[in-house]
């Protein structure tokens, strides 16, 4: 069965510090690669989604991830954060012949200091 | 557009019982996908709905039921309550199979079983 990795559970950064989240995927074949992010009391929200093309994928809020298929990973980076991106963020995968669920990683739990 | 509305928010319920959870899919959005969101985990797909049938299942046992509604509006059931069952129960809509557009996610229903 497939499983997604996210090696950080916790990170602790200072504001406008750069940062870069790892995620892992096992699946072999063709997936799309998606980050959720959950800011404390709401809902889960999409951040940026890869299908094909430019493995460089910029999302919402100056976040970007880079899908290098060679390491089936799919990393997400920030060049400065701010206290406002305290939040959970989660890597999760659909692999395209295999059904239409999103298989989730354990989460990372960031959080920025002022 | 209106997003995932899911009721209720909070549920306490106890061994043995049975429980509905209700969830509104966004506006136009014709697939609804149900996830447990396990304290300090990542979500886990239950199942997926897509014109009032299943059309995929993750590892969960058959006392977890569903439906959809012709309006696309959905109901997870759990039947015999287990303590391992609480959990925040996430409800995400999307427009066709496959999530390609992405997955909208309810902020939501909260189940603990005592």
């Known amino acids: 069965a497939q499983s997604v990795s996210q090696h950080n559970h916790h990170v602790i950064l200072s504001e406008a510090a750069s940062l870069e989240l790892g995620c892992n995927y096992s699946y072999g074949g063709t997936v799309n690669l998606f980050w959720y992010v959950q800011y404390p009391g709401q809902h889960l929200q999409l951040l940026l989604k890869?299908?094909?093309?430019?493995?460089l994928v910029k999302g919402i809020k100056g976040f970007e991830a880079e899908f290098i298929k060679s390491k089936f990973s799919f990393n997400l980076r920030k060049p400065s954060v701010q206290w406002s991106d305290t939040a959970e963020y989660f890597c999760a995968v659909i692999e395209n012949n295999a059904g239409n669920m999103l298989t989730f990683g354990g989460g990372t739990r960031l959080m920025v200091k002022p | 557009e209106t997003g995932v509305t899911q009721s209720p928010t909070h549920l306490i319920k106890t061994r043995g019982q049975q429980v509905t959870l209700r969830c509104s899919s966004q506006s136009g959005h014709n697939t609804v996908s149900w996830y447990q969101q396990a304290l300090g985990q990542g979500p886990q797909f239950i199942f997926q709905?897509?014109?009032?049938?299943?059309?995929g299942r993750g590892n969960f046992p058959p006392r977890f039921s569903g439906l959809q509604f012709p309006n696309y509006s959905s109901e997870l059931n759990v039947n015999a309550l287990e303590l391992d069952d609480s959990a925040l129960y996430l409800c995400a809509s999307s427009s066709g199979q496959g999530g390609v557009s992405g997955y909208t996610f309810g902020s939501g229903t909260r189940l603990t079983v005592v």
């Open positions: 890869y299908f094909s093309g430019d493995p």
């Open positions: 709905y897509y014109r009032e049938e299943e059309n």
